[in-house]
């Protein structure tokens, strides 16, 4: 296992681009930094932080949440398969799975937690042919195109409509039966009171010791500084023109919420990139967090 998550690391290093959709794919990228504090933010920047105190009115936030799936669903209406690319680069971060097998017929079991229409989920299975996948989503629309893509296979994955923060995950996955979660730009589209509801439903399907690999928006991100006055749902949160929503995290509070939820911390670090994107003339900064949690083992008894 050991073997595996610094493989993890080092290839997730090594993405492609770490992007919310084609749109904003880049013609040029700078080395990455993995550091434990976030980017230097410039006065400029500094001044349109604190200048965004009105927030969007209670009214619309609790509207927003009770229409949360249909937003989702929504956005896969209007882009169905096409909006985001096909996450190949997951190939190589897996490659190394038999390493961390006791034995090398053993089968690994994973979820992919938020797996959208299975742009991670489809080229995994292609490079590993002994793993098992379940794959849930908040959008009913986005599980029905992975269950419509040719390569599903029910023998070898099983998709499912799954709220994280209400709908127990026990009831399609076994109790302590995962090696292995990705939870990778999901849990910033998750309202933060709920967060830990999602990580507490993790934590009950994963094995003792199985872990989490993690890596979402970072506290200062391009993405969180370039939203406009009107947007602002709370410390970090943000609404896009869509209605979906997006959170920004920092490493500190990243770190409590899964401590909070049952999970020690192995990894957990800032990964800053510079990326210019001709279409929009910009060079920009990029803040992620990369990180991988533990289940507790359970104590032993004398």
């Given at each position: 296992m050991l073997l595996f998550v610094q493989q993890w690391r080092g290839n997730m290093m090594n993405r492609a681009e770490d992007t919310e959709s084609t749109d904003d794919t880049p013609t040029c990228l700078s080395e990455k930094t993995k550091t434990s504090s976030s980017r230097d933010v410039t006065q400029e920047?500094?001044?349109?932080?604190?200048?965004?105190?009105?927030?969007?009115?209670?009214?619309?936030?609790?509207?927003?949440?009770?229409?949360?799936?249909?937003n989702w669903d929504l956005f896969y209406k209007r882009n169905t398969t096409n909006f985001f690319k096909d996450r190949h680069w997951t190939t190589r971060e897996f490659e190394e799975l038999k390493e961390c097998r006791e034995l090398e017929s053993q089968k690994l079991v994973l979820l992919e937690a938020g797996c959208g229409v299975g742009n991670c989920l489809f080229p995994l299975l292609e490079d590993d042919l002994n793993i098992f996948v379940y794959a849930c989503d908040f959008s009913p629309r986005a599980v029905e195109f992975v269950k419509q893509n040719p390569l599903y296979c029910s023998e070898r994955c099983c998709a499912f409509?799954?709220?994280?923060?209400?709908?127990?995950?026990?009831?399609?996955?076994?109790?302590?039966?995962v090696d292995v979660v990705t939870l990778i730009f999901v849990l910033s589209a998750v309202h933060p009171e709920k967060m830990k509801l999602a990580l507490k439903n993790i934590n009950k399907v994963l094995k003792p010791g199985g872990i989490v690999l993690f890596r979402d928006y970072g506290l200062h991100d391009h993405a969180m500084l370039r939203f406009k006055a009107g947007s602002k749902l709370g410390e970090n949160f943000?609404?896009?023109?869509?209605?979906?929503?997006?959170?920004?995290?920092?490493?500190?509070?990243?770190?409590?919420?899964?401590?909070?939820?049952?999970?020690?911390?192995?990894?957990?670090?800032?990964?800053?990139?510079?990326?210019?994107?001709?279409?929009?003339?910009?060079?920009?900064?990029?803040?992620?967090?990369?990180?991988?949690?533990?289940?507790?083992?359970?104590?032993?008894?004398?």
């Open positions: 920047e500094l001044d349109r932080l604190k200048t965004e105190r009105v927030l969007v009115s209670e009214f619309k936030q609790i509207k927003l949440e009770k229409e949360a799936q249909k409509q799954c709220d994280l923060t209400k709908d127990d995950l026990t009831g399609n996955v076994p109790e302590g039966s943000y609404v896009r023109q869509d209605g979906t929503r997006s959170y920004f995290f920092s490493k500190e509070h990243l770190a409590q919420l899964f401590k909070e939820a049952g999970f020690v911390s192995e990894v957990n670090d800032y990964v800053l990139r510079e990326t210019v994107n001709k279409k929009e003339g910009l060079c920009v900064q990029r803040v992620f967090l990369q990180s991988k949690f533990t289940k507790a083992a359970l104590p032993q008894v004398s």
